[in-house]
Nanobody
Framework: QVQLVESGGGLVQAGGSLRLSCAAS????????MGWIRQAPGKEREKVAV????????YYADSVKGRFTISRDNAKNTVYLDMNSLKPEDTAVYYC?????????????RGQGTQVTVSS
């Protein structure tokens, strides 16, 4: 059973930074992809950033390009999301996701979520 353990959420002022981490375990990880989606109250779920383990190709939502950076640590099977220049509209629950087939457009597992709150 794949398990995803997220950390790093919190409260930050607009313009500040946060780093989210997600460690995956319990599966056979080789050609997968990991990333983040977010859900804010009253808004549609949004795919934020995804990285393919093989090759490192990335996807970013237009709303975070230039501000967020996704990276991975192969040895720890961990994905990171460095969020800079945070805006109040970035406030949401951020969920770590895993696509076992390494796709950007689907995922098989989702973490429990971590709250990110950006105050104005």
């Amino acid at each position: 059973q794949v398990q995803l353990v997220e950390s790093g959420g919190g409260l930050v002022q607009a313009g500040g930074s946060l780093r989210l981490s997600c460690a995956a375990s319990g599966g056979t990880f080789s050609s997968h992809a990991m990333g983040w989606i977010r859900q804010a109250p009253g808004k549609e779920r949004e795919k934020v950033a995804v990285i393919k383990w093989s090759g490192g190709a990335t996807y970013y939502a237009d709303s975070v390009k230039g501000r967020f950076t996704i990276s991975r640590d192969n040895a720890k099977n961990t994905v990171y999301l460095d969020m800079n220049s945070l805006k109040p509209e970035d406030t949401a629950v951020y969920y770590c996701i895993v696509s076992m087939r390494g796709r950007f457009d689907e995922y098989d597992y989702r973490g429990q979520g971590t709250q990110v709150t950006v105050s104005s």
